[in-house]
């Protein structure tokens, strides 16, 4: 039926109109430090059966090799989060922390739950405790003391201060990674950062460089792992999906027009 044409077509625009959002947000998050694109997935819908394969024929004694089946349109599974490693950038900043291979900083949100996330964008605060842009706690938590002359962060995320007319260096703290089994399970909350779910699973927390914990790079950042080319060459087949789709509908009204206008 003519009807069913453009309710496909229509299905088919909102997926490509969907595909256009997603390619839009990695590409407005293309220099957004720890970001991980996105990918939409889609999946047919279901078929109308006028004669299912293997159905018994007019002649009894035959079988119908494939039957008659009737799509009905696309249907958006999901948005997939590519938890991929970006590239490391050199900043030389002391308290800008990039992760190499596996893991998630752990931060503590001003309702006491704890956020995960690679942006390792780092500042300290009127306490002298490193917190994010927003102002979070990295966790576990330690304080910088006022009259340190620089910080550094090992890569198994050891944080020592060197202190004036001291040779040797204090020891803050350990920074903690944590992982999960899926991470695609994880929850966008904004500002980079992520919230477990139970598609995640709980995390697991660890010391940077052991096990299967990725290093800590101090001075330098990750990037997000946006590839441009890419993104535009998936926004320009999405446009002309789009576009396709709607001649699709066109020529479906216009064969509608033509039945109603039969005498």
Do not use: C, W
Request: avoid cysteine.
């Amino acid at each position: 039926m003519v009807t069913r044409s453009l309710d496909i077509g229509a299905t088919g625009m909102l997926a490509q109109q969907l595909n256009v959002d997603v390619i839009s947000n990695n590409i407005a998050n293309m220099t957004t430090s720890g970001y991980k694109r996105q990918r939409p997935e889609f999946h047919d819908l279901i078929y109308q059966n006028k004669l299912r394969p293997g159905a018994t024929s007019t002649d009894a004694n035959t079988t119908v090799p494939a039957g008659m089946q009737f799509g009905l349109g696309v249907g958006i599974g999901s948005v997939y989060r590519l938890h991929e490693q970006g590239t490391i950038q050199l900043t030389e900043n002391s308290l800008d922390l990039a992760i190499l291979g596996e893991g998630y900083f752990q931060i503590e949100r001003p309702n006491g739950e704890t956020a995960y996330t690679r942006a390792g964008v780092f500042q300290t605060n009127e306490n002298g405790e490193i917190v994010t842009a927003q102002g979070y706690r990295l966790e576990p938590g330690f304080t910088v003391p006022e009259d340190a002359v620089d910080i550094i962060i090992n890569v198994s995320g050891e944080v020592l201060a060197k202190l004036p007319q001291q040779s040797a260096l204090q020891n803050l703290g350990q920074i903690e990674l944590a992982t999960f089994v899926n991470p695609a399970g994880l929850e966008a909350i904004g500002d980079t950062m992520f919230v477990e779910t139970d598609a995640s699973g709980d995390p697991q927390t660890g010391n940077p460089a052991e096990d299967h914990f990725g290093s800590i790079r101090q001075g330098t950042l990750e990037n997000s792992n946006v590839n441009v080319v890419e993104e535009i060459t998936n926004l320009i087949a999405a446009q002309r999906a789009y576009e396709m789709n709607s001649n699709v509908i066109s020529t479906s009204d216009e064969m509608l027009q033509t039945v109603t206008q039969l005498r």
